[in-house]
């Protein structure tokens, strides 16, 4: 970065690249706009970073690829008039305005923090006249929910480690999730289902058409209908049946209805209004874009990053929809006149509501002064936009759009009917008929979830007055099951955990992304319902039997509630801390004591090297068949995700070290050929996708000693490249980056004494 071009210049520090972009042509040539790729310090990596003995003070690092852009920044800083700090209008954003003082070493009067919930060139400019100083209790309530999340990790973790099996891991936010999807396949296994009968009569009115259904309402005086609520963990689940529970208890009523006249006894008409929902927040946005879309949360998150970021449009880059983490459902005055007037264009004064809709947030702790998720200028419609978007953004911000617009317009009117038919005496046999007719479509003519649909399917019926006698002219009778409550999928986990007060509207998506990446839940294929796995289930169970609070709705909710305190003023985030911490290490102090490593299950497989009877276990890879006489016997089968046994491959290729035939097996990174002796013979090679042999995927023992120990250094492989390892792991730690050419010179020594 040259600084002969920065002196004098305004200096506007962002998150993202993107941003920088969009920005920069907005503000022109009189500023100076960079980013800083997100957070710039944090915890470290392999340490907890938190002195708990000295008011939990936190050891903040500078990231891995903030290092290089810390200078950069730092030149732009010294050289710049003014500095401007335009990170998101968060907790996180505040968050990493604040590292940015402490890194940079800004001080008070030299900097101004600034934030916009649109990147648009009115509210950027409008941000610049309300600049204002770091919010210390933003930051507070960042750093403390980030220590809380930190303790919990690195406390628990290590203790699933020795009692469970090890790579497991914990969070306060993620394991109330998982406990969510174990609760519910408890609840669901544990379903009583009971059959139940309904009945259906069709009619007539001599004379008039059309022909119509009512269904048995009352019998002998009493509602046949019923409603059996369940208490489930996290909500009552109701279930509706009837009080017929086999098919000759309906044998009365059809009997009744071919012999007793039947009259029409009640008419009730009515007009009914319904209002729009209101525009997106964060869950509702991510809700209704898996449930019409199939969008998963991550993907969700990713798409409208893009859209509030910038799009290029005719030369310009253009911020299309707002900030995309709220939960607040506001919307601008100067955005309401303009969407109203839109809509009085598009669709007729009709369509516009006589008093603006106002929309009131249920979720709690919601931060009233941020903006709903709408489009930054409703004028730009999405297929307006659709050839500067890709497929998935033009979904994504249709979704949005219509929303939005249907928020602002009037509510739908319709014209309901409500017939009560009678047979034999007074309320002996009742049955109702009713439907629907749309009066005024109002928002319906914009946007329509799966319920406003079923609403309108509605019964023609003929002209009816009360008295009118009708004639039978069939009986339908069908049986039923009560149903279980449903699985989760990502929509209907988001809404409970947002009706519950767990997490905030940025941690929905990566809390599913984390237990999904740590095999704790598991996405099925075709349904797309998360389920609890085995490993999930273990954990739960032997989490729940010792951290109560932890697991529990209401405390992890109540701990958001003294979060949103500390951003407000009224709690001091080392209290928080200190009152969570006490009983959390009394808890931790009981579970190393008391929780037990649960007990491997026996199978009816027989080990192939001995012929014992083989224990089913499970670890953070998934279920595993093991020998009973383990570590005895080293007899072990690997089970794919739906429980199968995975049986290797065989191959022509004979291993080079031993003779024995090789065979190709499945392992965490995938297919590769290995020795049919193992483990006698643990000689591996990976293959291509023809499954050519390639090269030994074993560990190199190289002429390198360890500076630690003495031991030999060996050549290993990761997601990150190659790396010099101490053969003497895991007691001795010590790992060393080498350069390609000395990784060269390793391969090549090492293949001439193969």
């Known amino acids: 970065m040259a600084t002969n071009n920065i002196k004098g210049k305004k200096l506007v520090i962002v998150e993202s690249p993107t941003k920088q972009k969009t920005i920069s042509k907005i503000l022109g040539s009189d500023y100076l706009v960079r980013s800083s790729f997100g957070h710039v310090r944090d915890l470290p990596s392999h340490d907890m970073g938190v002195d708990i003995a000295h008011h939990f003070k936190p050891t903040y690092l500078p990231v891995e690829r903030a290092k290089k852009l810390i200078k950069e920044l730092e030149a732009a800083a010294k050289n710049a008039s003014e500095i401007y700090l335009a990170t998101d209008p968060d907790r996180e954003g505040e968050a990493i305005a604040w590292h940015l003082v402490e890194l940079l070493k800004i001080p008070a009067d030299r900097y101004q923090r600034i934030y916009f919930h649109e990147i648009t060139p009115a509210a950027i400019k409008e941000s610049f006249a309300h600049a204002r100083k770091i919010d210390e209790n933003l930051v507070n309530a960042q750093q403390a929910r980030r220590i809380l999340d930190r303790i919990v990790g690195y406390k628990i973790s290590p203790l699933l480690w020795k009692k469970i099996t090890s790579g497991l891991s914990a969070g306060r936010v993620q394991s109330v999730a998982v406990r ?124 409208a990053q893009h859209l509030y970021e910038g799009i290029e449009i005719a030369g310009q880059t253009v911020g299309l929809i707002t900030y995309m983490r709220t939960d607040s459902f506001n919307v601008s005055k100067l955005l309401q006149n303009q969407t109203h007037q839109f809509i009085a264009d598009k669709y007729g004064p009709a369509f516009v509501p006589a008093k603006p809709n106002v929309y009131k947030s249920k979720v709690k702790g919601a931060q009233e002064a941020h903006e709903s998720i709408h489009p930054t200028d409703v004028r730009r419609t999405p297929q307006s936009m659709k050839p500067f978007l890709s497929a998935d953004q033009y979904k994504l911000y249709e979704l949005i759009w219509l929303r939005f617009v249907a928020s602002q317009m009037a509510e739908a009117v319709f014209n309901t009917v409500t017939v009560d038919i009678h047979a034999g005496g007074k309320d002996q046999c009742v049955l109702r008929a009713g439907g629907r007719t749309v009066k005024f479509a109002g928002y319906l003519s914009v946007y329509k979830d799966e319920d406003d649909n079923d609403n309108e399917e509605s019964a023609l019926l003929p002209d009816l007055a009360e008295g009118d006698a009708l004639t039978l002219k069939e009986i339908s009778t069908k049986d039923h099951k009560t149903t279980p409550p449903p699985y989760y999928n990502e929509a209907s986990l988001i809404k409970t955990l947002e009706k519950h007060g767990i997490g905030r509207p940025s941690t929905y998506a990566p809390t599913i992304k984390t237990i999904l990446d740590r095999k704790y839940i598991a996405r099925q294929p075709k349904s797309n319902k998360l389920v609890a796995t085995e490993l999930g289930i273990t954990v739960t169970d032997s ?212």
């Open 543 to 754: 989490l729940k039997d010792y951290f109560k609070e932890i697991m529990d709705l209401s405390y992890t909710a109540g701990v958001e509630e003294k979060l949103d305190e500390v951003a407000e003023g009224g709690q001091k985030w080392v209290d928080l801390l200190n009152e969570f911490y006490i009983p959390f290490q009394k808890e931790l102090d009981a579970a190393d004591q008391g929780m037990q490593r649960p007990a491997a299950k026996e199978t009816d497989e027989k080990c192939p090297l001995c012929g014992k009877p083989m224990l089913l276990k499970t670890s953070r890879f998934g279920q595993y068949l093991v020998c009973s006489d383990a570590p005895h016997c080293k007899g072990k089968i690997n089970l794919s995700k739906e429980g199968e046994k995975i049986v290797p491959q065989t191959t022509n290729e004979v291993c080079d070290k031993c003779g024995a035939p090789m065979v190709i097996r499945t392992g965490r990174r995938g297919k590769f050929m290995a020795c049919s002796a193992y483990p006698k013979c643990k000689n591996t090679y990976s293959i291509d996708e023809q499954g050519n042999k390639v090269a030994s995927t074993g560990p190199i023992i190289t002429d390198h000693k360890c500076d630690k120990c003495g031991k030999p250094m060996v050549l290993r492989s990761s997601k990150r490249g190659y790396f010099l390892g101490c053969s003497g792991y895991p007691k001795c730690r010590n790992i060393v980056n080498i350069s390609e050419e000395e990784i060269a010179k390793i391969k090549a020594a090492h293949e001439q004494k193969a």
């Open 180 to 303: 969510l999807l174990t609760e519910r396949a408890k609840e669901i296994k544990d379903f009583q289902e009971q059959p139940y009968w309904t009945l259906k009569a069709q009619f007539e009115k001599p004379g008039a058409q059309p022909d119509f259904w009512a269904r048995l309402l009352k019998w002998d005086g009493k509602n046949v209908e019923q409603t059996t609520t369940y208490h489930l963990f996290a909500e009552d689940y109701k279930v509706k049946n009837t009080v017929f529970d086999k098919p000759e208890t309906l044998a009365p009523v059809s009997a009744l209805l071919r012999q007793e006249p039947v009259q029409v006894a009640k008419i009730e008409k009515k007009e009914v209004k319904q209002k729009p929902k209101p525009p997106f927040i964060t869950s509702s946005m991510q809700q209704d874009a898996y449930n019409k879309l199939g969008f998963p949360s991550q993907k969700t998150m990713m798409t």
